[in-house]
């Protein structure tokens, strides 16, 4: 049995007490360890949802100002607590499948640096029981009409480019005269966004701020091989930014994509399905 508490906020005295009988009014059996002791915990927080599953646990999310939310389990029989390991990433709880094993949804933004990754799948494991909980992240592939914003910099030239049999790659380098921005801090590919063109089945992709190396100023390609998911590709500046167009050769539903942050260059590599991916069991 689950249960669920929404919108509690800044643990006072009156919600301590209200909360205090969880264990009858939200479905958990009589606990060892009081809710209201659990809460007296978040007295400097604000709880944003109260979770109680299998009778015995409780999943606390929890936050402070201008910070990310945070995910406490807490058993009632022995009183025990574990922080699940999903920062610095900035989630929302998709499913709790046991005690050891929780999913979370992730935007793929951070609070350590500027990147932005595709959305994705967090998956916080337990391998052994009294062991603490891992990080496993898993690509997540959304709707090819769910337009995204990844990346942040916008001092790269678009290097290379290919064409692999379920999606499309780009490599980017620093812009002449832009090395330094390039390579500040920790490099990134440029700030992108997609949007889905139905009525042409075609998605185009725009790099902010990107040139295009010398030889791809004319780019534009066809392709033969029917197990590709893209017909044709072509690449266009417009003002400072470069957009890719992509023609599918079917109906594509899905797509993905993954970002390699390396010392002298950037990579996006966007991966499409004309079938639902399975869900994580």
């Not at 499948?97 to 595709?118: L, Q």
């Not at 909980?133 to 898993?138: A, N, P, S, V, Y």
């Not at 490099?187 to 701020?209: A, H």
């Amino acid at each position: 049995m689950m249960a669920k508490l929404r919108g509690v906020l800044f643990i006072g005295t009156a919600i301590l007490s209200g909360l205090a009988a969880v264990g009858t009014s939200a479905g958990l059996s009589p606990q060892k360890t009081p809710m209201g002791e659990i809460l007296k915990k978040y007295r400097d927080r604000r709880v944003a949802d109260v979770v109680g599953f299998r009778d015995r646990y409780v999943l606390i999310e929890s936050t402070v100002p201008s910070l990310l939310h945070r995910f406490d389990l807490h058993d009632l029989e022995t009183g025990e607590m574990d922080s699940l390991p999903t920062m610095p990433y900035n989630v929302r709880l998709h499913r709790i499948v046991d005690e050891n094993r929780i999913i979370f949804h992730a935007d793929g933004s951070n609070t350590e640096t500027p990147h932005k990754d595709f959305p994705f799948i967090l998956e916080c494991v337990r391998p052994k029981v009294n062991l603490p909980f891992q990080e496993k992240r898993i690509s997540r592939y959304l709707p090819v009409s769910h337009g995204v914003v990844i990346g942040s910099k916008n001092d790269a030239a678009l290097i290379d480019i290919w064409i692999a049999e379920d999606g499309v790659g780009i490599l980017f380098g620093p812009a002449e005269g832009r090395e330094l921005w390039f390579y500040a801090g920790t490099t990134d590919i440029p700030r992108t966004k997609t949007e889905y063109l139905e009525e042409k089945n075609q998605l185009v992709i725009t790099f902010e701020g990107t040139r295009l190396f010398g030889n791809l100023m004319d780019y534009s390609e066809k392709t033969e091989d029917e197990r590709l998911a893209v017909d044709r590709l072509w690449l266009q500046t417009k003002d400072n930014d470069t957009l890719l167009f992509l023609d599918f050769r079917k109906a594509v539903v899905f797509y993905s994509a993954k970002i390699g942050r390396y010392i002298n260059t950037t990579s996006v590599t966007f991966v499409f399905s004309d079938e639902a991916p399975e869900e994580v069991p």
